[in-house]
């Protein structure tokens, strides 16, 4: 059932209108705005609380509702995970907001491609160079296809493993594969709004769902450096992850992007244009400049490494019949 869900999903996302997937994740969004008015005290002991009211409910119903499907038709579970991926991926974001991108630069529209680069990141592209362009799109793309795509196909079919072993009894039955999507994802969700919030009441607030979220991604980020070292250039890609990834200003994505610049074969970090000045940033990666053919590679390396996910999920999934 998982290789089928993560396949179907996988389809029915690139045939989707993006603004209709994308709903449910912004009404979390607002909800958890709205918990954060409710419970911010500045206090980490109600960051931990708004953490479990906010992200709880959501996984309750994913596996209430896998349960409740699957125990009455193999068929209905499988479109309720199908249903829960679907809103959990975000493969055709990605390829939305970095196509966008390409394509601006391709054409030599620089100030459509900072427009674009803007929308999609959040990132203050006003005196990027047509080099800063490239270079932070592949960044924002290897990041976003990881905790998009990777770390949630990653939390679908590791989760109930995982927990299984790290819980007792009962404890480690609770979660299964729509589960851990779900918690991942919103996982991300409350990690961007509330952990790396700057203002002084959410310091202490946003401390749980900064550590909660380092938790699930250290498996998940590990992997998926490992996969880009493999469909990638192994040697340099490992090399980059080992020296280069702990100076990150976030060492849990540095190690994604350490190890995708090495597979790629492309320089990344490095100073960028800002306020008139150059911002200097950890070096990433070995090799040339980014342009447009690195762009190019670096949307071959996600796609090869989503075969090699598939491939291998099938594997697992085949030996679990046999045995």
């Known amino acids: 059932m998982v290789v089928f869900s993560i396949v179907i999903a996988l389809l029915l996302e690139q045939l989707s209108p993006l603004r209709a997937k994308t709903l449910p994740l912004e009404w979390f969004g607002r909800y958890a705005d709205l918990v954060a008015r409710n419970f911010n005290a500045g206090r980490r002991r109600h960051g931990v609380l708004a953490w479990i009211a906010a992200i709880a409910p959501c996984v309750i119903v994913a596996e209430i509702g896998f349960l409740m ?39 030599g529209r620089t100030q459509d491609a900072r427009d674009r680069l803007r929308e999609w990141s959040g990132e203050d592209a006003t005196e990027f160079t047509h080099q800063d362009l490239a270079k932070v799109a592949i960044e924002h793309g290897l990041a976003t296809a990881h905790r998009d795509v990777f770390g949630v196909i990653a939390w679908f079919v590791l989760a109930p493993a995982i927990l299984g072993t790290l819980l007792p009894g009962a404890l480690g039955t609770l979660l299964s594969g729509p589960g851990g999507a779900v918690l991942y994802r919103l996982g991300v969700v409350l990690h961007d709004r509330w952990g790396r919030q700057t ?98 590679s670096a949307v071959g390396l996600i796609w090869r490494t989503l075969v090699l996910w598939v491939l291998i999920i099938a594997l697992m999934t085949v030996a679990s019949w046999v045995a």
Not at 260 to 289: C, I, M, Q, T
């Open 69 to 107: 499907l699957n125990g009455v038709s193999f068929l209905l579970g499988l479109a309720w995970n199908v249903l829960v991926l679907y809103f959990c991926l975000g493969l055709r974001g990605f390829n939305t907001g970095f196509n966008g991108v390409h394509e601006a630069l391709r054409a």
């Open 199 to 296: 203002a002084a009441e959410y310091e202490q607030f946003g401390a749980f769902a900064r550590e909660a979220f380092r938790l699930f991604d250290w498996v998940s980020v590990r992997l998926t450096a490992l996969s880009f070292a493999i469909v990638g250039d192994f040697e340099d890609a490992v090399y980059c992850w080992r020296a280069q990834a702990a100076a990150w200003l976030d060492p849990f994505i540095g190690v994604v992007l350490s190890s995708g610049a090495g597979a790629l074969g492309v320089r990344l970090g490095e100073s960028l244009h800002r306020d008139g000045k150059l911002a200097f940033r950890p070096e990433l990666g070995l090799g040339d400049e980014p342009d447009l053919e690195h762009m190019n």
